[in-house]
């Protein structure tokens, strides 16, 4: 089997995205990995042909430097743990950053929540995760939270 050196970790800044860094970042030091941590920004609703958008293009900006803050904020907390991790900011539809960072960065597991959505919310959204699992060419582990925002189980997919 071939040792894990690096691995991305997906967040949103959920409860369920902390707890899939928390994960990672466990494996990271057993491993004695790096860690790749991507924030995807869906910068879709800010994309519009309409003079409206000009306005949201600056909304666009601060949402970008604010995600950047908060992953530069995790990146500290993360060296202050010995952990080796590197940030990314991504742009456009989250499965499909994830799995190109993933590719880019040549990570040889991706961690990421899974919201447990099921039926018809399911049906309407889809699972980021579960899209992600498809179409990842590494192994993906998915963490999942009870309702009482414990870890419930995770899978390795």
Same mark, same amino acid.
């Given at each position: 089997?071939?040792?894990?050196?690096?691995?991305?970790?997906?967040?949103?800044?959920?409860?369920?995205?902390?707890?899939a860094?928390?994960?990672?970042?466990?494996?990271?030091s057993?491993?004695g990995?790096?860690?790749?941590?991507?924030?995807?920004?869906?910068?879709?609703?800010? &994309?519009? +042909?309409?003079?409206?958008?000009? %306005?949201?293009?600056s909304? =666009?900006?601060?949402?970008? *430097?604010?995600?950047?803050q #908060?992953?530069?904020?995790?990146a500290?907390?993360?060296?202050?743990?010995h952990?080796?991790?590197?940030?990314?900011?991504?742009?456009?539809?989250?499965h499909?950053?994830?799995?190109?960072?993933?590719?880019?960065?040549?990570?040889?597991?991706? &961690?990421? +929540?899974?919201h447990?959505?099921? %039926?018809?919310?399911?049906? =309407?959204m889809g699972?980021v *995760?579960?899209?992600?699992? #498809?179409?990842?060419?590494?192994?993906?582990?998915?963490?999942?939270?009870?309702?009482?925002?414990?870890?419930?189980?995770?899978?390795?997919?």
């Amino acid at each position: 089997m071939e040792t894990i050196k690096k691995i991305l970790v997906a967040t949103d800044f959920s409860d369920t995205a902390d707890s899939a860094l928390q994960r990672a970042t466990q494996l990271a030091s057993e491993l004695g990995a790096e860690l790749v941590v991507l924030y995807v920004l869906d910068s879709s609703p800010f &994309v519009t +042909g309409s003079e409206a958008a000009l %306005g949201s293009l600056s909304l =666009l900006e601060v949402h970008r *430097a604010a995600m950047e803050q #908060r992953l530069e904020s995790l990146a500290r907390q993360l060296a202050a743990k010995h952990v080796r991790a590197l940030t990314r900011l991504g742009y456009g539809v989250a499965h499909r950053e994830i799995v190109a960072t993933a590719e880019q960065e040549q990570v040889e597991l991706i &961690v990421m +929540g899974t919201h447990g959505r099921g %039926g018809f919310k399911h049906m =309407l959204m889809g699972s980021v *995760a579960e899209r992600v699992a #498809r179409t990842a060419s590494v192994p993906v582990l998915t963490v999942h939270l009870d309702p009482q925002g414990e870890v419930e189980h995770a899978t390795h997919v």
